[in-house]
């Protein structure tokens, strides 16, 4: 019921976004549905996501135009036309691999005693750690 198709392209493009927001919380990071909360629990706990999802989203398209999102996940598929992973995804997951490559560090630097070969590599994903870490 628009007026042009380039309308109805664009309204499309904003109401795939949205449901992809919902199910970001709802069952794909935040779970609300399992909270089984109501009434002013409720309202708080969106509260609360929508500021966690807004940092989220921000950190996520920091670390895109900052080139991290390779570090983080894969680009795409093999077969696949659109970027596998939303900005939500990419600053939500970003953080836990930050995270776990602190946590298993000790471990890395082993590995690559016993692969110097791959040393660039591992040094191209420790400078991507620490621009993930100033920019959050």
């Not at 976004?17 to 309202?43: H, V």
């Not at 950190?59 to 596998?84: D, F, T, V």
Request: charged share 20%; glycine share 8%; proline share 1%.
């Amino acid at each position: 019921n628009l007026d042009s198709l380039a309308d109805a392209i664009k309204a499309f493009k904003l109401r795939s976004g949205i449901e992809a927001m919902f199910r970001d919380c709802k069952t794909g990071g935040y779970n609300l549905e399992s909270t089984s909360a109501d009434g002013q629990r409720l309202m708080a706990l969106i509260l609360l996501i929508a500021i966690a999802y807004t940092c989220a989203v921000l950190a996520g398209r920091n670390s895109r135009q900052m080139g991290l999102q390779k570090y983080i996940g894969r680009l795409k598929e093999l077969n696949r036309l659109h970027r596998r992973h939303s900005a939500f995804w990419v600053g939500l997951y970003g953080q836990l691999w930050v995270g776990a490559m602190e946590f298993w560090a000790d471990l890395a630097h082993d590995l690559m005693r016993l692969k110097p070969s791959k040393l660039p590599y591992f040094r191209k994903g420790l400078r991507a750690m620490s621009l993930i870490q100033s920019a959050l």
